[in-house]
Each structure stands twice: as C-alpha cells, then as structure tokens.
C-alpha cells in the first residue's frame, strides 16, 4: 500500500488524506480480487517498523483501520470475504483489538477470498515466533505455522524492497514493482499484474522443461 504520502503531497494534502484514499483503494481491490483469480489478498497495513512515524500519523492509521473492520464487516460477511489479521495485537488500542476479533469471527466461514490484513507485522519476529512455538523444528512445519506461500507479490510507489514483508513465504514469489501510487493502484492494475504473473516461467531452481529431444524427433 505504498505511496499513500506522496499521493497526498502531489497534490498539495496532508498525508491524511492520502490514507484516506488508501482504504478507498483498498475497498476496490479487496471487491475486485476473486474476479482477478486471486484466493488469498495480504494487505501491508502496517508495519512494526511503523510505530517509528509521527504519534498523530500512527493513531489516524489505527482509527482508518479500525473504521475500515468495523464497516467493511458486514460486507465481507455477504460477499463470502474471511478476514483475517496478522502480526502482534499486545500494542494495538482496545477499539482496533475489538474490532479485529469482531470481524474475524463474523467472517471465519467465509470462503471467497481470504483477506489478510498485516497490522503491528514484522516477517521476521512472525518466523521466531513461529520457530519458538514449534516443538521440533522443521522446513514443513514452521511453512504451514507461518502461512500460505506467496505467488505474486506486488509493491507499489516505486518501492523495489520486500521491508521485512511475509519473507519466508515469498520464497518463490513472483515479484512486480509499480511506480502507481496506492491511492491510483486499481482493478485493472491487479488484472495486469496477474496477468503478467500467469505469464512467468516458475522453474524452483530447476530448469526449464526441456523440449523434445531431437533424437527422439527422429523416431516420429
Ligand atoms: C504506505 O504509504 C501506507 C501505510 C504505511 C499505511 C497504510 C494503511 C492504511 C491506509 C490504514 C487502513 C488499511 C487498510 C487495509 C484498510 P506511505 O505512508 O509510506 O506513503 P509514502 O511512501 O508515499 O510516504
């Protein structure tokens, strides 16, 4: 969800108004995923690195994301969205807490799409943790501890990081970087990014499928 920010500053707005646009934004893709072919959405709402920003740009972030639970809840509900939160909860406000539970809970059977949505997150404190709460420590037990793998990852603003983002899980992700500012980012960039995934050769370190030998185009 990058270039909330400079989408405000180009045009002259408080940052503010740039978050604002930001969850609009977000309202668009979450509507447009499953049409998309996308099963599971993890949004980069904010990060632990996060808490280092303004106290008045972090309480209007937890207010916009509390907001958008507490409304978007029923919604999600009829449209068969699961929502879902990930990352720590002991230094998120009461309301977001709430809100969090509620809508985790009102949305648990959903199975349209599965909204992620990284609150307080860090990929590398949610891998220790994991690690910590394992009893044996293995590659396939702390993959389905942490979550599913990442496909295709897409950052926008510009950005060409991954800023300690579902690190373990975007193993073999498909990355495309955007220079469109989130607020901008919309249904038909989310088509062309899938579209240019679905157009990728994922080899996992091997090579790629060879075609038919010539010695066996003889035998024809
Ligand atoms: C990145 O843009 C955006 C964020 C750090 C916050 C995004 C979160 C919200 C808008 C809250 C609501 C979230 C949901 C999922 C409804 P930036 O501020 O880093 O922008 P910049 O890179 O232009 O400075």
Known sequence: MDGNGRWAAGRGFPRLLGHRAGVQAARRIVEAAPAAGVGILTLFAFSSDNWRRPAAEVEALMGLLARYLETETPRCVEEGVRVQVIGRRDRLAGRLCAAILDAEKATATGSRLWLRIAVDYSARDSILAAAAALPEL??????????????????TGGERRLSDFLLWESAYAELVFTRTMWPDFGPADLTAAVREFRGRERRYGAIPTPPRLRTEAWLD
């Not at 501890?145 to 496909?151: E, F, K, L, Q």
């Open 138 to 155: 293995s590659r396939d037990a702390l993959a389905s501890a942490i979550g599913p793998a990442v496909d295709l990852l897409i950052r």
